[in-house]
């Protein structure tokens, strides 16, 4: 049984820094492409960063400079991170990790979401001015 699991949201004020992790575990591949989505209170759900089955990276323009994503495949986990920094007051929402074992390219799947089939339940990130 595939799970995901989101840890590292938290509460921050302008300028902070977060760190969010991500686990995907239960299935007999690697997860070679994950992603984090967000989604802000009334707004539509939109791509953060996504690493491809090829190492690929695309981030969102919002967020371009400020978060890094990063992978880590040792010891069969398949971690995805995301450090976040000089946060905004427009970062706030429920931040999602999503896996599959391939996707197409990171942007595509950046912009729509398609192609991720596992999706955690989510991890709160709130920043005040």
């Known amino acids: 049984q595939v799970q995901v699991v989101e840890s590292g949201g938290g509460s921050v004020q302008s300028g902070g820094s977060l760190r969010l992790s991500c686990v995907a575990s239960?299935?007999?591949?690697?997860?070679?492409?994950m992603g984090w989505f967000r989604q802000a209170a009334g707004k539509e759900r939109e791509g953060v960063a996504v690493?491809?089955?090829?190492?690929?990276?695309?981030?969102a323009d919002s967020v371009e400079g400020r978060f890094t994503a990063s992978r880590d495949n040792g010891n069969g986990k398949n971690t995805l991170f995301l450090q976040m920094n000089s946060l905004k007051p427009e970062d706030t929402g429920m931040y999602y990790c999503a896996a599959d074992i391939f996707c197409g390219s990171a942007w595509v799947v950046l912009d729509t979401g398609v192609g991720l089939t596992y999706w955690g339940q989510g991890t709160q990130v709130t920043v005040s001015s």
């Open positions: 690493i491809d089955d090829e190492g690929s990276t695309s981030y």
């Open positions: 239960g299935h007999t591949y690697t997860f070679g492409c």
